[in-house]
């Protein structure tokens, strides 16, 4: 029996249930006003009410239970969201065909660097190097329980300085309801790639199911430069993050967001 039957199955039981009920408590109201029953107004009355009261919860207490605020949901996705994807999400916003029933809490690119015994470090960029090996973008949305459940189209396209695309892939993703993390299963290689356009301002461009999700932007600095990515803000040198080479790189993007947070804090 599915979860619509049973729901439905267990609505008619509760009807039958107060039915009787009410059938009974009309009797002993109706014996008390006839005066075949010793028991004063003030009990039928109250007897009345408490009836009442069950039927009330009985019928409405599920509704109440899963009451939900318009668009709460939505707010609280949108509070959680990094600055990136605010931003994002503002350009986005000013475009036609906007996505605006999915929430973007987060967007950014993955930097992947081929390390001597073949495996892979990878770690999150705002800025990346044309001296890079390669980059794989990322977005983390929360869908809303009228959208999740389904197969989800989402589309991944960077474009360089000039407005030339360099990139596009769309990945096939079985949505949930709240929040959902989605890695491109493709790269764009830096390091030698003679077909790249001109360093500068690139824009990252999400779209699900072709509506647009996000337009994040990134600089890309020529090759041969100093990485700004060495240093933090306070300009402290992060070499130890680079010399984790002795260790397996992060396996999931949840992983990647959680080094970036403890990075942050130190």
Excluded at 136 to 149: A, G, L, M, N, R
């Amino acid at each position: 029996m599915g979860k619509q039957e049973r729901m439905k199955t267990g609505k008619r039981g509760t009807y039958a249930w107060l039915a009787m009920l009410g059938f009974a408590v009309t009797l002993v109201v109706a014996a008390i006003a006839a005066g075949s029953v010793a028991l004063g107004a003030e009990f039928a009355v109250g007897l009345i009410l408490v009836y009442l009261a069950i039927a009330f919860y009985a019928l409405a207490g599920n509704t109440i239970r899963n009451f939900r605020l318009p668009g709460a949901p939505a707010l609280l996705s949108a509070a959680r969201a990094t600055p990136a994807a605010r931003r994002a999400t503002q350009r986005a916003r000013s475009r036609p065909g906007f996505n605006s029933d999915v929430t973007l809490t987060d967007v950014g690119l993955i930097v992947n660097e081929r390390r001597p015994d073949g495996r892979w470090n990878r770690h999150l960029a705002q800025s990346v190097s044309m001296d890079e090996d390669a980059i794989q973008p990322y977005v983390t949305i929360s869908v809303p329980p009228e959208s999740s459940h389904r197969l989800a189209l989402i589309t991944f396209e960077i474009y360089d300085q000039s407005g030339r695309p360099q990139f596009s892939r769309q990945v096939e993703q079985w949505v949930r309801d709240g929040d959902n993390s989605v890695i491109c299963d493709r790269q764009l290689p830096l390091a030698g790639n003679d077909a790249l356009g001109r360093s500068g301002v690139w824009d990252l461009r999400v779209t699900m199911d072709g509506a647009l999700l996000a337009i994040h932007s990134f600089s890309v600095t020529p090759p041969d430069v100093e990485r700004r990515r060495h240093f933090t803000s306070e300009g402290e040198a992060i070499g130890d993050r680079l010399a984790a080479a002795q260790d397996d790189a992060p396996l999931s993007l949840e992983e990647l967001l959680r080094e970036q947070r403890g990075h942050n804090r130190d």
